[in-house]
T-cell receptor, first 118, second 114 residues
Framework: ETGVTQTPRHLVMGMTNKKSLKCEQHLGHNAMYWYKQSAKKPLELMFVYSLEERVENNSVPSRFSPECPNSSHLFLHLHTLQPEDSALYLC?????????????????FGPGTRLTVL | QKEVEQDPGPLSVPEGAIVSLNCTYSNSAFQYFMWYRQYSRKGPELLMYTYSSGNKEDGRFTAQVDKSSKYISLFIRDSQPSDSATYLCAMIGGFYDQGGKLIFGQGTELSVKP
């Protein structure tokens, strides 16, 4: 498998459930990202990991909990979500995080997980 | 004021038309400009990447950046039905501006009719 993969592709959960989204990148990149894409809104950056260390957390509610066990895998753990959290959750990776001082790196996206919270 | 403004469309054109997609931005620190294409039910894919002002051409696609006007464009020549997708502009500042965060426009939905 190549590129950035995400599982599951679709998820329906109740507000009291606990679930996890998984992202895997096969590009040898050092930085990984979680984005939220709601209808008719720009992509919203949620979390950034660089070399398995969280470098950005953009005021995301604590009901979203990221985990990066190694540079190839990124998880987003979900618990007690709200219906307004229903969206497409996209994972991306880049060679390095821009703060590393290297030339800016473009981000390559996975297909996303379509989440519906009932 | 949003940092990046993009007309959401939808934009509908006949096959073969020249398409012009645009974004304006407010932060003069942005230096790197990208266009992503997103098909329905898929994640965004990088289409074009430009540094600073100027033009870049790749096949039927031309990306144009005018930093003095804070305006970027993507032109699609001889548009095809397969070009129907949402096009997102994105930009990033210097390394110490906003943490090097990639800022996206809202996306423009394009439909090319046969």
């Amino acid at each position: 498998e190549t590129g950035v993969t995400q599982t599951p592709r679709h998820l329906v959960m109740g507000m009291t459930n606990k679930k996890s989204l998984k992202c895997e990148q096969h590009l040898g990149h050092n930085a990984m990202y979680w984005y939220k894409q709601s209808a008719k809104k720009p992509l919203e950056l949620m979390f950034v990991y660089s070399l398995e260390e969280r470098v950005e957390n953009n005021s995301v509610p604590s009901r979203f909990s990221p985990e990066c066990p190694n540079s190839s895998h990124l998880f987003l753990h979900l618990h007690t979500l709200q219906p307004e959290d229903s969206a497409l959750y996209l994972c991306a990776s880049s060679q390095d995080h821009p703060l590393s001082g290297t030339s800016t790196d473009t981000q390559y996206f996975g297909p996303g997980t379509r989440l519906t919270v009932l | 004021q949003k940092e990046v403004e993009q007309d959401p469309g939808p934009l509908s054109v006949p096959e073969g038309a020249i398409v012009s997609l645009n974004c304006t931005y407010s932060n003069s620190a942005f230096q790197y400009f990208m266009w992503y294409r997103q098909y329905s039910r898929k994640g965004p894919e990088l289409l074009m990447y430009t540094y600073s002002s100027g033009n870049k051409e790749d096949g039927r696609f031309t990306a144009q950046v005018d930093k003095s006007s804070k305006y970027i464009s993507l032109f699609i020549r001889d548009s095809q039905p397969s070009d129907s997708a949402t096009y997102l502009c994105a930009m990033i500042g210097g390394f110490y501006d906003q943490g090097g965060k990639l800022i996206f426009g809202q996306g423009t939905e394009l439909s090319v009719k046969p």
